[in-house]
């Protein structure tokens, strides 16, 4: 048993001992978290870093008193938490005393607020809801502290986002809302689990900041869950590593981080793009583990091979005729209507945008949410009508294609959709998925062509070919994302738009996607529009860069003099919020 303590005092606010988690499955008994043991010390901030399915959300859930039984249990173990002088173990409790530590002892921030927030209540409704739960205060003296909490958590116009339903709310002022109702009873630790993953970097960076502000108010403890070491050197003081439900590295921050032991967290760390070199392929945990720690490439005379290549294909790439152009494109939205159905306002999406992609050639869109980014993707596909403008491919102008003009560009142009689990039907395998667009088109001839074709697809993107029968609900995020590039490279396309592609997945499994993208482009010769919000993933994958904001490219060109010498405030800021960067 590993045996860590955090602390800053000899009696921590949360200790945990032994602590083994089980869950019981088809194929038998599955040890979730296994014996581990660690402490948080009063007004501390400890983060726990792993990648999905590695037990740190069930720990939290331990803590909480969360854990489904049946079919998760207990197996072993204690969590000591010490409030008002007393410690008790949190195990031994019954419901009715744990509903009373939930909310007003311990506080818990959930990763997905659309999910965590009911649709049908509006957002002051569910506050109120959690003061009165825990607090004996009539329901005018409830609204008045909500209003304080919305305040406090930095939401604009309090009044109105009391009354605004989950839908209504971005989704930075969603996970503000849940931080509003996490802190709403003052408790002295906050659980914040994975609170900014489906966040861009700059709402990122503010929600930090904003945990970091009041945990310094209220003097409250706060264990922070995330799979990215980057985010946790922003908050943390302390760090534990969890891999497979086992804690394998723990320490301070700066020295986990800087000097870290374990093959795992040197995984970790490599997982991200550099934003000082690009080397070729990006390394992977499984990379690490497999070679004990030890990077299993020369990165030094790769990066200076690359360098080299980059310079001479950008020569010869942007000496040739563009491959899909905009011109002067608009894509407006109409926000509001009257009584009597007058629209009252315009969204300016995509407003005025002429850009040039060239064949071969990654463009990387980046910006925050809202900016317009996947309303241009989307518009270039022709997914979206155009407003005005021209969009023209190959030297055709494809603004208003006809019926069949348009099946035919459907066969050229693709996109890879940012969310894995809602881009694929259910209902469908795996096999049936990547052969829809072959059947669509016309591709093959017949079940035994069919199959062979699906097979070569999963070999392209290192998957087995027993996959074709299995739905999506048996496979992980980062094998779903595959299944969705190979059902986008199954009509064979020279142009692909990838929306958000990689932002919902661990950074072990990013890194794997990204290096697949890259290996594709190659091999396949595709021309990629890479959309973001992630500036250090969009300059490792693109040749240039286009910052979007307010509907407007603000600043374009070379993704590494972009980023070395931004030229709006726009873009620095984005650059300042990349996590771990420390770049001020």
């Known amino acids: 048993m590993i045996d860590i303590f955090i602390h800053m005092e000899e009696s921590p606010l949360l200790n945990i001992r032994g602590l083994t988690v089980e869950f019981l499955t ?184 904003l945990l970091g502000e009041l945990q310094q108010r209220h003097g409250m403890s706060i264990m922070f869950i995330t799979h990215d070491l980057g985010v946790v050197a922003d908050i943390a003081e302390n760090v534990i590593v969890m891999y497979q439900g086992q804690i394998v590295e723990s320490g301070r921050v700066a020295k986990v981080f800087h000097q870290p032991v374990h093959p795992y967290t040197r995984g970790l760390l490599a997982c991200r793009p550099p934003l000082g070199h690009r080397p070729p392929v990006l390394l992977t945990v499984k990379d690490y583990l497999s070679a004990e720690g030890r990077p299993p490439v020369n990165e030094d005379a790769d990066i200076l091979k690359t360098g080299r290549e980059r310079k001479k294909r950008h020569e010869n790439m942007y000496a040739r005729p563009p491959l899909l152009q905009t011109e002067e494109l608009c894509t407006y939205f109409p926000s509001g209507k009257t009584l009597f159905g007058k629209v009252r306002n315009i969204v300016k999406a995509v407003d005025h945008i002429s850009l040039d992609v060239y064949p071969g050639e990654t463009l990387g869109l980046v910006g925050e949410s809202g900016c317009g980014k996947t309303t241009l993707g989307r518009t270039v596909l022709k997914l979206i009508e155009q407003s005005s403008g021209r969009i023209v491919y190959k030297g055709r102008d494809i603004s208003h294609p006809a019926t069949r003009e348009l099946r035919d560009l459907r066969k050229k142009i693709q996109i890879i959709f940012q969310d894995p689990y809602s881009s694929l039907n259910p209902r469908l395998t795996i096999g049936s998925a990547i052969a829809e667009p072959l059947l669509v088109h016309g591709l093959v001839k017949g079940r035994k062509e069919r199959e062979t074709k699906v097979s070569e697809l999963l070999d392209q993107v290192g998957l087995p070919s027993e996959y074709r029968g299995r739905y999506p609900h048996e496979l992980s995020g980062g094998q779903r994302q595959r299944v969705c590039i190979a059902r986008a490279l199954a009509v064979d396309p020279e142009f692909v738009v990838c929306d958000e592609s990689v932002s919902a997945l661990d950074v072990s499994v990013q890194a794997q996607v990204l290096n697949l993208l890259n290996r594709l482009k190659h091999e396949l010769n595709l021309t990629y529009i890479f959309i973001s919000h992630d500036l250090s993933v969009v300059k490792y994958m693109s040749d240039r860069m286009a910052v979007m904001q307010n509907g407007k490219i603000v600043e374009l060109g070379d993704a590494d003099t972009v980023y070395a010498s931004p030229e709006t405030d726009y873009t620095r800021n984005l650059i300042r919020a990349i996590p771990g960067t420390g770049k001020q």
């Open 26 to 209: 088809e194929s038998g008994t599955v040890k979730a978290v296994d014996n581990i043991s660690f402490s948080i010390g009063k007004g501390m901030t400890t983060g726990i870093v792993g990648e999905s399915g590695s037990g740190k959300s069930v720990t939290a859930l331990s803590v909480m008193g969360l854990i489904p039984s049946p079919p998760g249990k207990i197996g072993a173990g204690e969590i000591l938490f010490s409030s008002n002088g007393t410690t008790e173990n949190l195990l031994r409790l019954g419901e009715g005393t744990m509903q009373r530590i939930r909310g007003n002892e311990i506080g818990m921030i959930f990763q997905e607020p659309m999910t965590s927030l009911n649709p049908v209540f509006t957002c002051g409704n569910q506050i109120t809801e959690a003061i009165r739960r825990h607090r004996s205060v009539s329901r005018k003296t409830a609204r008045s502290l909500c209003l304080d909490l919305l305040r406090e958590v930095k939401l604009p116009r309090p009044q109105e986002i009391f009354g605004s339903y989950p839908h209504q709310l971005s989704g930075g002022q969603k996970q503000r809302v849940m931080i509003a109702m996490a802190i709403s009873c003052n408790p002295s630790l906050l659980i914040a689990d994975e609170p900014t993953t489906a966040l861009d970097v700059t709402v990122q960076k503010d929600i930090l900041n």
